[in-house]
């Protein structure tokens, strides 16, 4: 049978097993003493006032949305290149997403181009930290103020990183994160949105509940329109441990992208990831990028040749305007944002996470170098 070198694989331990287990034996699965020690252990963790434990970084950015009070009529500023949740949650409020094509090097939002999609109607910019790399905040943050929008901070990919030595998830006015099981950190499913704003946060536990008050509050009261977006115990006391070790993973995953590093330099038509002097990584993703001679049906005959050798790839991520539902929606085509469309013809990423072997790092080395 072929080896496969599987694109993700989570680092569970006995402390994760025993930690669930311990759950298993109490009477309490949801709405414990868990959730308030997850959330109390990571709002300390992101250097933030309230974390609000949901059950996915979607709902947390849903939650946040609608906190933040927008809806039909107004606009939000964000990215065409990230994963599609970033910009559906502004679809689920009938707001209308308003992109801003990424700049080249770490495809992120490019800071230039955002003064001039800013109108009337713009109330607030969803900012997500693509492949772990932070925006230039300073900059961002000095647009936000100026224009008076609010930011969100779409840090999902980011738990770990920092931008001038401040941990990601501490900039915008309320930051997610998310624990699916290809995360940094996860709890099988789940996430989380930190504030420093009482408001928001109380909103925000609020509605992830059905929308029943947050202090003594009454089973069958409702106080305004929730949902269960609630995170179980089993998954909080599995995030526990797993916070816990989250300076172990990091240091894992920053030798898995050291070792790419050094073993891709200098491959003939390989672009390597981008790292600003600003920013320290925390990988989510190792991605690399063909360069611009190549078409997009070469990459995918590169990703499907490495598949064959058990090795998996995939092409991160799909520019969010082209997604079928949304060029129906707004009527976008190619060429709308060039950029992103160009990132997501050539992007491939590499197998990556915490323990994988160097052995089999040099495995996906090889192929690549052959293949390319
Ligand atoms: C993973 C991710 C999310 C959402 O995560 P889920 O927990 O799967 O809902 C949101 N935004 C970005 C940029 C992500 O990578």
Redesign the pocket.
Known sequence: MMRIIPLSSPDITNRERKAVLDVLKTRTLSLGPKLREFEERFAEYAGRRYAVGVN????A?HLTIRALGIGQGDEVITSPF??I??ANCILYENATPVFVDVEEGTLNIDARKIEEKITKKTKAIVV?D?FSHPIDWDVVLRIARKHNLKVIE?S??ALGSSYKRKRCGGFGDAS?F???AN?QMTTG???VLVTDDKNIADLAKSMSNQGRRVENGKWLEHVRLGYNYRISEMQCAMGIVQLQRIQEIVRKRKRVARLYTKKLQGIPGLELPVVESYADISW?VYVVRLSKSFSRKQRDTIIAAMARKGIQCSAYFQSIHLQPFYRVLFGYKKGDFPIAESASDRTIALPFFNNLKEQDIDTVVQSLKKFV
């Open positions: 996915s970084g979607t709902s950015l990230s994963f949740a970033s997500p693509m779409d999902a990919e997610v998310a624990f699916y995360k499913e789940g996430g989510f």
